[in-house]
């Protein structure tokens, strides 16, 4: 419990487990490569939506999970090759130079998602497309509504979201599932919207 200093978990491998009850400054989890993160709040903490984790975290890490149940700063997940995260805000260029892995957020996201983003995916959580779409970095990345498939995934990473932090604002997202589902976005690279898309429309032909 406290206040971690900078790359807490950093270098992180296969079998260990860190939770820590307080907040992360910057590199949380840099070049971590497995294992699991809990970053949770204190139990006195009455914040609406509190600030976790500071800029850089992730930077890249090629494995592992992390779960934040509150905000991280800056470039959340650059250059992440392969960790998996869930986190309930993040600020600007996040998801930036990402090649792999998966980053969801659940609640407001920065200017300047997915800059140079070339592989991987996001899951944003927006009820208002518009403002999403002009967060978005427009060279590299868009955003779809996820598939069935996309949609489970998320579902499954929020719920162990949910079950490691005890979040009480992703248990309500769970509690109205078919509200939330309405507002999630899956973000990723151009190339692979078009073969998503490219498949779909085989689908359709094919009936």
């Known amino acids: 419990a406290g206040a971690a200093g900078q790359s807490f978990a950093a270098f992180l491998t296969h079998g260990v487990e860190l939770d820590l009850t307080g907040e992360a400054n910057d590199y949380l ?5 497995g294992g699991v993160v809990v970053v949770r709040p204190p139990a006195n903490d009455r914040s609406e939506l509190p600030t976790l984790a500071g800029n850089t975290c992730l930077y890249g890490a090629t494995g592992g999970e992390l779960y934040v149940a509150g905000g991280v700063g800056e470039r959340f997940g650059v250059r992440n090759s392969g960790a998996v995260a869930v986190v309930e805000s993040a600020g600007d260029h996040c ?5 792999g892995g998966t980053v969801v957020v659940t609640g407001s996201v920065g200017w300047n998602l997915g800059a140079g983003m070339t592989g991987g995916q996001a899951f944003v959580f927006d009820g208002d497309a518009e403002r999403l779409l002009s967060r978005l970095n427009p060279d590299l990345v868009d955003a779809v509504r996820p598939d069935a498939a996309a949609l489970e995934e998320v579902r499954w990473l929020v719920e162990r979201h949910a079950a490691l932090t005890g979040s009480p604002r992703t248990a309500r997202l769970l509690d109205d599932w078919a509200t939330a589902a309405d507002h999630v976005w899956h973000v990723l690279p151009k ?6 898309e490219g498949r779909q429309a085989g689908r359709v032909v094919s009936v």
Request: charged residues 40%.
């Open 191 to 196: 190339d692979e919207v078009r073969r998503i």
């Open 29 to 33: 989890g840099k070049g971590m490569g």
């Open 95 to 99: 998801c930036e130079y990402m090649t």
